[in-house]
C-alpha cells in the first residue's frame, strides 16, 4: 500500500512537529495546510499538516497511522502559515502552540459535526444585512485625502491616521474599506478595535454601509458555534469584512487587501498570557508579507508608531479638526484639589459644572479608574490594613456585594464585623473606588439618573451593551466609569467629562505610565462635545481634579498637545535607552519560594553571556506574589532587533537544558516591566 508521511504541528510545547503516515495513492496525498486528526500520547488531537514527504528520519515502524484528514476543509494558505511561523519564532513558542490555539475550538474536536453543519450554512448563502444602502457622508478636505490615501495606497503601505478624537477616523476607515470593496473584486478587510464593548457600534455602522456585503465578527463573547461560522466564512473567503478584537489577527484570511487597526496605541492588542503577541505588531508584518496597505489610528499614537512615522517609515495622515461642523474640542481645566477640597470625592466646581448639565438636560461622564467601593479598610486604632493573605495586594471593598475581594486572585471575605487585630468595631473605607462615587453622587444629586459602568456592574453577558444603549437613549443624567467608558464610544449628548483621581500615574515605577495616563485622559475627554453645539447648550468642557496641576503632563493635556508631549518623551526614552531605542524581553520565573524564582534567574544570568546583549540582575516582580505563588523577572535588552533575536534562540535552549522545577516564561517585547 502506498503512503506518505504527513508533518504535523500540535498544540504542546515539545517540537515543532511530528510524523505520522497517512495510506495514499501517489498523486492523492493531502496539502499543506490541511489538519489531521492524530494520536498522541493515547490522545486523540487535531494538528496541522505542515509538511508532506516521502520519507523520515524515524523507522518505518515506529511511525502511526494518521486517523483521518479534514478534506471538507479549504487549507489554511501558504502565507497564513508563514504568519504563525513568524510569530512562533519571532515570541520564541513551538509552531503548533501558536497555529492551533488561533483555531476555533470546534475545529479542533474529534468530531466534524460542528464543522459539517457550518459548511452547509454556508453553502446555503452567506448571511448579509439587507436594506436600502445609506449613503456616505461627506468628509472634509482632511478626511477626504485621507481616505483616498488609504483607499489608493499600492502595495506595503504603513499609514498612521493621526486624529483627534472626534475627528472621524470610522468614516475615513468605512471610505478607504469602500474604494477598495469597489476595486479588489474578492479583496477581504480586516478591522481590528481593542475592545469587545467597541464592536457593536462599528458593526452597526459597516452593515449599514455595506449591504450585501458579508460581515464576520471575531471576539472572544461569540459562542462557538458563531465562532466557527465566522471563521469559516472569512477562511473560504465570503465575509469580506471581518471585524474584531486582538485574536482575529490569526484570522484565515486568503484574500486581505487591508488591514485597519483602531486605536492602535491600546494595550489591549497586547495578550498577557500564553503567547504573549501584540496583535498590532504582527498586523504590520502581516501586511508586509502580502504586500498591502495598513493603517493604524489614533489620536494619541503609541511612541513606536509616533517614531517610526517621523522617521518616514510610515506615512503620517492627520485630522486636525472634529468631524462634526462647529463641534469643537471641549476646554479642559485643571482643579486644584488643594485649593478646593473635595467632599465626597468632588471638588465644588465640578459639582457645580454637573448640576448645571442637570439643569439643562445634558449628560456628564466621570472617570474614575478603580472600581469596588474603596480600595482597603483599615482599623484607626491600631493599623490594620485589608491585605490580600495570598498576594502583595489590598482586599478592595465592594459594599454592595458586602464583601472584601482581591482583584488579582479573586478571594473573596465577607466584611470583619470587627478588626482581627484589635477588636475595634469601627473600621473605615479609604480611598474612593466607582460604587463610592455612585453612593456620594446620589446623595448629592438625588433627582438624577446616575448609572455605574464598570467590570462589576456589567458582568453578565449583554449587560455592557444594554447599559450603553441607556446611555445613547438619553435615559442617563450622569455616567460613571472606569476605562470602560474612556474608549470610542460616541455619546452624543454628553458635554461634560469630569477626571477624579488620574495622579497616582504620575509617580508610577512603569515607564509606559505616562504615556498611558496622557492617552487615557485624552481619550476620556474626548467623549465630550462630539456632536454639533445646539442653541443654548453648554459648551463642552474636561474638568480634570488633581494635586499636581503645575505637572507638565497636564499642561499638555489642556492644550491638546501630543505632538509636543510625544517628542518629549521619545527624548527622554533616546536618552535613556528605553523603547523605542532599545529591545527587551523579560524572562519571568514563579515559584513557592522567591529565592528560588532568583536562583533560577540567576542560573539564566550566568548562561547567558553575549555581545550586544544586556542581561541585568534578577529582581522581583513589582507585584511580587500572586496567588501564594512568588514572582521575579530578569529583563535581557539590545540595541539590535536581530541580535536580541538571535541571542533568545539560543538562550532558550540553554534554559530549556537546564531543566529547572521553576515555573518560567518569556515575553518579547513586554509592556510591563
Ligand atoms: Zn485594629
Ligand atoms: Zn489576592
Request: with cysteine.
Amino acid at each position: 500500500m502506498a503512503f506518505c508521511i504527513l508533518h504535523i504541528a500540535l498544540d504542546t510545547p515539545l517540537n515543532s512537529g511530528f510524523d505520522y503516515r497517512w495510506p495514499c495513492a501517489p498523486g492523492e496525498e493531502p496539502a499543506v495546510g490541511q489538519l489531521a486528526l492524530v494520536n498522541f500520547g493515547n490522545r486523540e488531537v487535531v494538528g496541522l499538516i505542515i509538511a508532506v514527504r516521502h520519507a523520515t528520519e524515524v523507522p518505518l515502524d515506529k511511525l502511526k497511522d494518521a486517523l483521518a484528514v479534514r478534506g471538507q476543509l479549504a487549507p489554511l494558505t501558504a502565507a497564513w502559515l508563514a504568519l504563525a511561523a513568524f510569530a512562533a519564532d519571532y515570541y520564541q513558542r513551538p509552531l503548533g502552540e501558536v497555529a492551533l490555539p488561533g483555531l476555533p475550538k470546534n475545529l479542533r474536536t474529534l468530531t466534524t459535526v460542528a464543522l459539517d453543519r457550518a459548511l452547509k450554512k454556508l453553502a446555503k448563502g452567506a448571511p448579509v444585512h439587507d436594506g436600502a444602502p445609506c449613503g456616505m457622508p461627506a468628509l472634509n478636505s482632511a478626511q477626504q485625502d485621507a481616505a483616498d490615501a488609504i483607499g489608493g495606497a499600492v502595495g506595503f503601505t504603513p499609514l498612521l491616521l493621526y486624529g483627534v478624537t472626534g475627528s472621524g477616523k470610522t468614516e475615513v476607515y468605512l471610505q478607504a474599506c469602500a474604494q477598495v470593496l469597489a476595486r479588489e473584486a474578492d479583496g477581504q478587510i480586516l478591522i481590528l478595535v481593542p475592545e469587545i464593548n467597541l464592536t457593536p457600534q462599528l458593526e452597526g455602522n459597516i452593515r449599514a454601509r455595506f449591504p450585501g456585503v458579508m460581515l464576520a465578527t471575531l471576539h472572544s463573547s461569540l459562542s462557538e458555534g458563531e465562532r466557527m461560522l465566522h471563521w469559516l466564512a472569512a477562511h473560504q473567503g465570503q465575509a469580506r469584512i471581518v471585524l474584531g478584537t486582538r485574536l482575529a489577527i490569526l484570522a484565515s484570511l486568503p484574500h486581505l487587501k487591508l488591514i485597519v487597526v483602531d486605536e492602535e496605541h491600546d494595550p489591549s492588542y497586547k495578550q498577557q498570557e500564553g503567547l504573549r503577541y501584540s496583535a498590532r505588531d504582527l498586523a504590520v508584518w502581516r501586511a508586509r508579507q502580502l504586500g498591502i496597505p495598513i493603517v493604524l489610528g489614533s489620536a494619541t499614537p503609541s511612541l513606536e508608531t509616533w517614531h517610526h512615522a517621523h522617521s518616514g517609515r510610515y506615512r503620517k495622515l492627520e485630522l486636525r479638526e472634529r468631524a462634526v461642523k462647529d463641534a469643537v474640542l471641549p476646554r479642559v481645566t485643571l482643579l486644584d484639589m488643594e485649593r478646593d477640597k473635595p467632599v465626597d470625592g468632588i471638588t465644588k466646581q465640578l459639582m457645580a459644572a454637573l448640576r448645571q448639565r442637570l439643569e439643562r438636560g445634558e449628560q456628564s461622564l466621570l472617570f474614575l479608574n478603580r472600581r469596588g467601593y474603596a480600595p482597603v479598610i483599615s482599623c484607626e486604632a491600631c493599623g490594620w490594613i485589608s491585605e490580600c493573605t495570598r498576594c502583595t495586594s489590598f482586599m478592595v471593598l465592594h459594599k454592595p456585594e458586602h464583601r472584601l475581594r482581591c482583584h488579582h486572585c479573586s478571594l473573596e471575605l465577607r466584611i470583619p464585623r470587627h478588626c482581627p487585630t484589635c477588636g475595634n468595631v469601627d473600621l473605615q473605607p479609604l480611598g474612593r473606588g466607582t460604587q463610592r462615587v455612585e453612593e456620594g453622587l446620589q446623595q448629592l444629586f438625588p433627582e438624577a439618573r446616575i448609572l455605574r459602568i464598570d467590570a462589576d456592574s456589567t458582568r453578565r453577558k449583554g449587560s455592557a451593551q444594554a447599559a450603553f444603549d441607556s446611555v445613547h437613549r438619553g435615559e442617563v443624567d450622569i455616567l460613571i466609569g472606569t476605562q470602560m467608558v474612556a474608549k470610542g464610544h460616541d455619546f452624543k449628548k454628553l458635554t461634560l467629562v469630569g477626571i477624579l483621581n488620574p495622579d497616582t500615574a504620575l509617580f508610577s515605577q512603569d515607564y509606559r505610565a505616562s504615556e498611558r495616563l496622557f492617552a487615557q485622559l485624552m481619550q476620556v475627554a474626548g467623549r465630550a462635545g462630539r456632536a454639533a453645539r445646539s442653541e443654548g447648550g453648554s459648551a463642552s468642557e474636561v474638568l480634570v481634579q488633581t494635586r499636581y496641576a503645575a505637572h507638565p503632563l497636564y499642561a499638555a493635556v489642556v492644550n491638546h498637545d501630543y505632538d509636543r508631549f510625544a517628542t518629549a518623551l521619545l527624548e527622554e526614552r533616546r536618552q535613556a535607552a528605553l523603547p523605542p531605542y532599545m529591545y527587551q524581553a523579560l524572562l519571568r520565573a514563579e515559584a513557592r519560594e522567591l529565592a528560588l524564582a532568583i536562583a533560577f534567574l540567576e542560573q539564566a544570568r550566568d548562561c547567558g553571556a553575549h555581545e550586544g546583549i544586556t542581561i541585568n540582575d534578577p529582581i522581583p516582580m513589582t507585584m511580587t506574589r500572586v496567588f501564594n505563588v512568588e514572582r521575579a523577572q530578569l529583563l535581557v535588552e539590545s540595541a539590535s532587533r536581530p541580535a536580541l533575536q538571535g541571542f533568545l534562540r539560543q538562550w532558550l535552549a540553554s534554559l530549556r537544558a537546564l531543566k529547572s522545577r521553576v515555573k518560567w516564561s518569556l515575553e518579547v517585547d513586554p509592556l510591563d516591566i
